[in-house]
Structure formats: structure tokens, C-alpha cells
């Protein structure tokens, strides 16, 4: 079992910054692919990025350009970088893990979700 805690999330201001985190409980190097979704009051799970053990990113059209996918295999953590927000940003941010590739939409853990709110 894995657990995985956000954190990061806060309120901002259009055109602001935050970095979100999630720390696993154990190793991630071993995780074939780690990301974010986010979900909005009303509107369904949005897959935000992903980011594979061979090192390769996906993110949303409606976020590429801004955020930014990272993660630190020594600190067992995932980042997201998220840049000129916009206020329809605003949404719950969950990290999921997938510990081998699997059918779109199945994952293996997730976090409980750190709320993120842009505005003025």
C-alpha cells in the first residue's frame, strides 16, 4: 500500500504561481507513471500531466505552456508547477500513482487532494 499526501495548494491571485507536492510513502522510482488530475465543483476529474518512468510528459491543452511535471525519485516526491493561473484553475489537484501501465482511467493509488482557488 501507498500513500500519498499533497500539499502546495492556497489561494492566488490571476497570473500567480504554486508548486504543488506529493510525497509517497515509499520509493517511486519503481512506478511506472505518477500525475495529476484536478477536479472542479460540478465538472468531472480532469487529467492535468503525467509523467512516465522513461521520462516522458503529457498535460492538458488547456494547461500546456503554464505547468510544469516534475518528479525527484531521491525525495520520492511529485511537483507541479503551475504558472499564469487562471481563475478556471481553480479545483481540487489529486496525485495518483500508477505502479505498472494500465487501461485509460485505472489507477493505483491517489492522494486525498489539496484545493486550489485563483482569484482577485
Known amino acids: 500500500q501507498v500513500r500519498l499526501v499533497e500539499s502546495g495548494g492556497g489561494l492566488v491571485q490571476p497570473g500567480g504561481s504554486l508548486r504543488l507536492s506529493c510525497v509517497a510513502s515509499g520509493s517511486i522510482f519503481r512506478f511506472y507513471a505518477m500525475g495529476w488530475h484536478r477536479q472542479a465543483p460540478g465538472k468531472q476529474r480532469e487529467l492535468v500531466a503525467t509523467?512516465?518512468?522513461?521520462?516522458?510528459?503529457n498535460y492538458a491543452d488547456s494547461v500546456k505552456g503554464r505547468f510544469t511535471i516534475s518528479r525527484d525519485n531521491a525525495k520520492n516526491t511529485l511537483y507541479l508547477q503551475m504558472n499564469s493561473l487562471k481563475p478556471e484553475d481553480t479545483a481540487v489537484y489529486y496525485c495518483y500513482v500508477m505502479e505498472v501501465p494500465r487501461p485509460p482511467g485505472e489507477y493505483d493509488y491517489w492522494g486525498q487532494g489539496t484545493q486550489v482557488t485563483v482569484s482577485s
Open positions: 509523467t512516465t518512468t522513461g521520462g516522458s510528459t
